[in-house]
Structures are given as structure tokens and as C-alpha cells.
């Protein structure tokens, strides 16, 4: 009854559309034509659910097919899984057999392969930084395979290999107490690759072109020191490359270069002089203006004193000489009794003084600042120490290194000063004063020889 009146339903809105359809058209239909309508609609209708109740039944017997296959192939992987899982399992079994057959077989060589690994990863470690490796390149990389492959596997060094090792050990020993020449490509200090000739000093020195070089053994390059060692040590790499076996003084560092890299790190004098500053500069500049003047002195009275011998030594009186202008004035003064002649005398001997001692009050004060200006050179960098360490802590030695080395250098550099200042006032002290005590005693004979005619 349901299904009648669903089918009514259905058919009038059917109808109810058509009509609609119709009045839109301007057709009218009666109703035996909308009676006849419905009928070939109801009609219709069930031949489309025929057809698809059709396909329906179709498509299920192919489903079904398809999920009887799917369901085959399961079966068939779930035994094949069990059969791969059966043999895993005994090619365990013999695995571990065949490991405990080869462990007994192998006995004392398995000790054998483990330190042929140890000794052949640490012997490429020392390949690496071997200058030797330099002229022989590539037995690092060899050891570090077979040391990896001996480690990552079970793999076992075959006879080949342990003879190589030993080979190269050998040649590495072999190669050490030997000094050769070769060529390769150096990387000089501005950076530019050229072909050189290199010196090679067993494994503990490369040099060419009398300049020492560094080996890395990571990149397989050569390359010269930035900063060289002293000048003796590059003329002994010059004359070393330049010998044809004679023997040559040369100096070597024999830890591999750790020496050497401290050597040229350490500052030149130049560098020295430039830690001191401002009041080290100012140290220098007044001892070589003092310097200037003890020369000036020097020479001056080394000339007055040959003057004075020659004059000493002649009877004829020149005053191109202290003691010939002394001794003129007896002759200006021939009446003079003697005591008038006695300050004659001295008043000329005054006169002389000042010529004999100038600038030797300079050379002394400068010999007492110097110290002092290196004092307060002292005290300024120990300020910059102090405020180093109030800003930054203890943590880092660079941090106070320059207030160190300002402390230090500027009272090397007072002492510097001042210690050959004192010398030089001295010395020309005393030759000054030799020269005037000559001319009071020649002035001393003229009195006496005058109060003898009186």
C-alpha cells in the first residue's frame, strides 16, 4: 500500500512538472494523455532498475572474485614469511657456528689483526704530520682505509697489506736520517703556488730558498712560515741548500716543528721597542739625542787633549789649544808680579772650563731621567693592567698582556739609557777633568818660574 502510494506521489509531481512544463509551452494535455504518461514513466522506470539490479549482480561476482585471489596471495606471503623466518633463523644458528669455528682457527692472529689495526691507525696519524709525507704522499690514506675496513667488518689484512705496513715503517725509519732534495709546489707568504726546490732535514725541517716551511698533513700542502725565525737560522737554510754535502750548521727543530712555532712567534726588537708606547718612544728619542751630545764630547775633547800633547811637547806657543791660550798670558803679561799673573792665570783657566765641560750636565740629567721616565712607563702599563682586569676579570693573560708588556719594556728601556749615559759622563767627565787639571799645572810652573825671577 506503501509502495502504491509512493508510486501516485512520484507520478503526480511527474505530472505536476510536465503540466507546468506544458503551460510554459502554451500546450494543454487532457487527462487520458497525462493518464497514459504516467504509464509509459512507471514503465520506463522499471526496465532502469532491471538493468541495474543486472550490473549489480555482475560487479559483486567480479568483487568476490577479486577477494578470493587477495585472499590466495595473502596465504601465500604469510608461508612464504614463515619459511624466510625458519631459514633466518638457522642461518643463525650456523653463523654462530661458523664465528666460533673461525675464532678457534684463528687463535693468537686474531691478537695479530688487532694490532695490526692499532699500529696501522697510529702510524697514519703520524704519517699525516710527517714532513716526510711532504715528498711521499698518499701512505696516510692507505692505513686509514685498511684500519677502517679492519674495523667496520670483519674483514682480514691479507699478506699484501702486512707487508705494506711493515714497508712503510721501515721506509718512514729509513727516510729520517736522511737529507734530500725535491721539487713541489710551495705556497709562499703572499699566497702565490710556485715549484720550488725543497731541503728536506728527515722528518724535522722543510726549507727553500733559505726560508723554513710547514707541512699540513690534512691538505697535502707546503707553504712558508708567515714570520720567519732570526736571520742566523734562514742563512743556515741558505747555506744548507746550497751545500753539496759537506757540512753545514743547521738549526732543527727536533719536536716536529713545536719549537719552531714558538721561535718565529717570539717578537723582534722592533716589535719590543713598539710594546713600550708612547713613553718608550719618548725614552729612545732622549737617549739618542744624550747619545749625539756624548759623541759630540768625544770626539771634541779626544781633539783638545791631542791639541794640548802637541802643545805640551813644542815650544811654540799656538792658541788653536787651552794650553797655548794659558800660556799666552804670560807673554801679554810680561811686568805682572806674581800675584797678578797667578789671576791672570785662573781667570783663563775659567774661561776654559765651560769650553772643556759643555753638555756633560745634559748627558748626566739625562742619564738620571731615563730611569725615571721608564719608572713611569712602569707605573702606566700597570694602570692599564689594573683597569684590564677590573673590566674583564682574570679569565683571559691576553686581555693584561699589553699592560705587561708596557710595564716591562719601558724600564728595560730607562735602563737602557740610562746605564750607557753614565758610562759616557764618566768617561768624558774625566777627560774634561784631565785637560784643566793639565792647565793648572802648566799654569802652576809659569807662576813658579815667574816668583823665581822676582
Known amino acids: 500500500m ?23 509551452n502554451d500546450r494543454a494535455l487532457d487527462l487520458d494523455a497525462l493518464l497514459k504518461q504516467l504509464e509509459e514513466g512507471q514503465f520506463s522506470q522499471s526496465q532502469q532498475n532491471k538493468q541495474r539490479e543486472q550490473e549489480f549482480m555482475q560487479k559483486r561476482a567480479e568483487q568476490d572474485s577479486i577477494l578470493e585471489d587477495t585472499r590466495k ?17 638457522e642461518n643463525e644458528f650456523k653463523l654462530a657456528d661458523l664465528n666460533g669455528a673461525l675464532d678457534d682457527r684463528l687463535g693468537s692472529l686474531k691478537e695479530l689483526f688487532g694490532v695490526l689495526q692499532q699500529v696501522a691507525g697510529d702510524t697514519k696519524n703520524k704519517f699525516y704530520n710527517s714532513m716526510i709525507s711532504a715528498q711521499i ?10 684500519a677502517q675496513e679492519m674495523g667496520s667488518s670483519s674483514k682480514l689484512a691479507s699478506i699484501e697489506e702486512i707487508e705494506r705496513v711493515w714497508f712503510e715503517m721501515q721506509r718512514e725509519m729509513t727516510e729520517s736520517g736522511k737529507v734530500t732534495k725535491f721539487n713541489t709546489n710551495v705556497v709562499e707568504a703572499g699566497g702565490q703556488k710556485t715549484n720550488k726546490e725543497v731541503v728536506r732535514v728527515g722528518p724535522f725541517a722543510l726549507v727553500a730558498d733559505g726560508k723554513y716551511l710547514d707541512f699540513n698533513g690534512v691538505t697535502g700542502t707546503v707553504a712558508e712560515l708567515i714570520r ?41 726588537l722592533r716589535e719590543r721597542i713598539e710594546q713600550g708606547g708612547i713613553v718608550g718612544y719618548i725614552i729612545l728619542i732622549v737617549g739618542a739625542f744624550g747619545l749625539l751630545l756624548a759623541l759630540e764630547r768625544l770626539v771634541t775633547l779626544t781633539l783638545v787633549k791631542n791639541k794640548v800633547n802637541k802643545q805640551l811637547k813644542s815650544k811654540e806657543i799656538k792658541e ?13 803679561h810680561p811686568n805682572a808680579d806674581t800675584e797678578a799673573l797667578e789671576l791672570h792665570l785662573t781667570e783663563a783657566i775659567l774661561g776654559e772650563v ?18 725615571l721616565m721608564g719608572l713611569l712607563g712602569t707605573v702606566t702599563g700597570m694602570i692599564n693592567t689594573f683597569q684590564a682586569i677590573t673590566l674583564f676579570g682574570t679569565g683571559d693573560p691576553k686581555l693584561m698582556a699589553g699592560g705587561i708588556s708596557t710595564a716591562l719594556v719601558t724600564t728595560v728601556l730607562g735602563l737602557v739609557v740610562a746605564i750607557p749615559m753614565t ?15 793639565v792647565l793648572q799645572e802648566q799654569a802652576s810652573g809659569v807662576i813658579a818660574e815667574r816668583a823665581e825671577r822676582g
Open 320 to 332: 788653536n789649544n787651552p794650553l797655548g791660550r794659558i800660556l799666552k798670558v804670560r807673554e801679554r
Open 354 to 371: 765651560p769650553k772643556l765641560s759643555r753638555n756633560l750636565t745634559i748627558i748626566k740629567i739625562i742619564s738620571v731621567v731615563a730611569p
Open 423 to 437: 758610562l759616557l759622563y764618566a768617561m768624558l767627565n774625566t777627560r774634561s777633568k784631565n785637560i784643566v787639571y
Open 2 to 24: 506503501f509502495k502504491h502510494m509512493k508510486f501516485i506521489a512520484v507520478g503526480l509531481a511527474a505530472a505536476t512538472f510536465s503540466f507546468g512544463a506544458m503551460a510554459q
Open 73 to 89: 596471495q595473502r596465504d601465500a606471503r604469510l608461508q612464504t614469511s614463515e619459511q624466510l623466518e625458519t631459514q633466518f633463523e
Open 228 to 268: 720567519q725565525p732570526a736571520d742566523r737560522y734562514g742563512d743556515s737554510a741558505a747555506e744548507l741548500q746550497a751545500s753539496s754535502g759537506e757540512m753545514v750548521e743547521f738549526g732543527l727543530d727536533p719536536t716536529g716543528g713545536s719549537i719552531l712555532g714558538l721561535l718565529v712567534q717570539a717578537p723582534n
Open 137 to 146: 704522499p698518499g701512505r696516510a690514506a692507505f692505513l686509514d682505509q685498511m
